[in-house]
């Protein structure tokens, strides 16, 4: 039975127990660094964006149109939700087996499906990662030159981005590493500043003013492309671009034929603000969750694999995106802006003052630039297990490619639309996991043979549902994508599973299997 194992699989060795790590030396920090990256909070009080990149939000009010409260009741309830039920097995599983998840998730999918689920769709997702990356950090660049989304320079900055940043995953992670680890602390520190600086506001914030103020939103047009404004132009005309990026404290003065106005939806309801919050941030979560049995392997009891989650992912996540919910709110409060921006980094300019904004709109860059090399590492690690015959340049090569047209194009700058893809895609495994889980008497069933059709259908079922808003005639009919996602998954493998659908289990020597 073992000559079934795939190379793989039969090859892969548990961590040993005297080389773990407790959780605050590895998963906790590892996990905070992931959720205080600024692609994750800064869009947080906006929910959805009018349009790619601008500041204001898609819906009157943004998840702040009923208020403090409800938002961090929404906000509260997705990183139960993240920690709980995307993590905490995927975690187990790692602990209990010491091997990775493109090992453990052959338990779910089969030890041929394996290759392609988890592992082979991990690495795929590494590169919308990697676009949405390159994407707002072009934005942060650009911003001290006036210079916005779907401009060339944006274009220029963001593909030379996703560039490097895909050459040192490949080749220089271990560079990139020896820094990593310390880069967190810059959106922690920004984010304390900036809260300094707003929190008087807070009190005096009204959710019904700034709901009636985001209605419509008044730009100015866009220069040409080609066209770099001189500093005098810059004073007397603005683009929309700009604005996202680099808001003034007071509206810039130019021809009515010049302006365009944009109408935001009706606000959100109590549930609906829920149920975006839910949607953006396990969605964003969602890979990382599947990727807790990386980080159990290396634990070294259930009680690192339980703090490593509630202080990095429920603490961190309430903490940096609170941080941001109270910014924004406090920065309205105050009347720092006349203005309905809703994104946390394009307020710095108003709070901080151009230049200052300027030099955090950097930092916050090079923050980000370890993570999407490590996307880029990961894939490639992906591509080299599932694809070992294609040469990881060639393969990474053209996941970066995409990448680059996702994010010069502006798709990749619709951050909930992406997080949805993520959380339909990433949803049902871990609910598949869950459900293999507990069916198994709460541990690792072990390798089983071929396509395990349990996990495949479920997962499909589940993709589809998660995916619904992007189908013609589904859009809007499933409340939080992601955990509907999950839900399906995990209910649809018990009952197939029930079924006799799974496949037989194979024996693996030297696996913890118990």
Same mark, same amino acid.
């Given at each position: ?23 605050y030396?590895?998963?906790?920090p ?72 493109? =090992? ?6 089969g ?6 689920? %988890? ?33 060339v ?18 080749? &220089?992670?271990q ?7 310390? @880069? ?17 506001g807070?009190?005096?914030f ?22 770099k ?8 005309? *603005? ?23 944009l ?34 392997? $290396? $634990? ?7 703090w490593?989650?509630?202080? &990095? ?9 609170? @941080? ?10 105050? &009347?720092?802006?006349?203005?309905? =921006? ?23 860059? =090079?923050?980000?630039?370890? %993570? ?8 490639? $690690? ?18 970066? @490619?995409?990448? =680059? ?79 509907? *996602? ?7 493998y ?19 299997? &118990?």
């Open positions: 039975m073992a000559s079934q194992l795939p190379d793989y699989v039969a090859s892969a060795r548990p961590v040993p127990t005297d080389k773990r790590v407790p959780w030396a590895s998963t906790a590892t996990y905070a660094g992931i959720m205080l990256w600024f692609v994750f909070w800064q869009d947080i009080p906006l929910g959805s964006a009018i349009a790619p990149g601008l500041p204001y939000a898609e819906t009157a009010g943004g998840t702040l149109a009923q208020g403090l409260g409800i938002a961090a009741l929404g906000l509260i309830l997705a990183a139960l939700i993240c920690h709980f039920l995307f993590y905490l097995v995927p975690g187990l599983l790692g602990l209990k087996t010491g091997l990775p998840l493109y =090992i453990v998730g052959t338990s779910t999918y030890v041929q499906g394996g290759f392609l689920m %988890p592992g082979f769709l991990m690495g795929v997702l590494q590169f919308g990662w990697l676009s949405v990356n390159a994407f707002f950090a072009g934005v942060l660049l650009c911003a001290p030159f006036g210079y916005g989304p779907l401009t320079p944006h274009a220029v900055v963001s593909a030379i981005w996703a560039i490097a940043a895909a050459f040192m995953g490949l080749k &220089g992670i560079y990139v590493a020896r820094v990593a680890s310390f @880069l967190p602390m810059v959106p922690l520190v920004i984010l304390l500043i900036l809260f300094f600086y707003t929190v008087g807070v009190a005096k009204d959710s019904q003013k700034l709901t009636e103020s985001s209605r419509s939103v008044t730009l100015d047009a866009p220069k040409a492309q080609s066209e404004p001189s500093p005098s132009e810059k004073s007397k005309e *603005a683009k929309p671009e700009a604005e996202a990026s680099k808001p003034a404290e007071k509206p810039v003065q130019t021809d009515a034929a010049s302006k365009s106005t109408t935001a939806k009706d606000p959100l309801t109590t549930w609906g603000v829920i149920a975006l919050l839910c949607t953006y941030i396990v969605g964003f979560f969602a890979t990382a969750g599947a990727a807790g049995a990386d980080f159990g392997m $290396n $634990n070294r009891h259930e009680a690192d694999v339980h490593g989650g509630l202080v &990095g992912i429920f603490g961190a996540t309430v903490f940096a995106a609170g @941080l941001s919910l109270l910014i924004v709110a406090g920065a309205h409060g105050a &009347g720092t802006t006349d203005k309905p =921006i809703l994104q946390t980094t394009a307020l710095m300019a108003p709070i901080l003052g151009e230049k200052t904004a300027a030099v955090f709109w950097y930092l916050l860059a =090079i923050a980000a630039f370890p %993570p999407a090399c490590f996307s880029a590492f990961i894939a490639a $690690n992906s591509f080299k297990t599932t694809l070992p015959k294609v040469n990881p340049f060639i393969s990474c090569g053209i996941g970066t @490619l995409v990448a =680059i047209v996702l994010a010069v194009t502006g798709l990749a700058g619709k951050a909930t639309d992406v997080f949805t893809i993520i959380g339909a895609s990433f949803g049902p495994v871990c609910g598949a996991m869950v459900a293999d889980y507990l069916l198994a008497g709460r541990k690792w069933a072990g390798p089983r043979a071929g396509f395990n059709l349990a996990g495949w259908i479920s997962w499909v079922v589940g993709f589809i549902v998660g995916a619904a808003n992007f189908i013609p005639g589904l859009a809007g009919q499933v409340p939080c994508p992601p955990v509907a *996602a999950f839900l399906v998954g995990f209910v649809l018990a009952v197939l599973a029930k079924l006799g659908l799974e496949s037989q289990t194979l024996p693996m020597p030297g696996a913890e299997q &118990g």
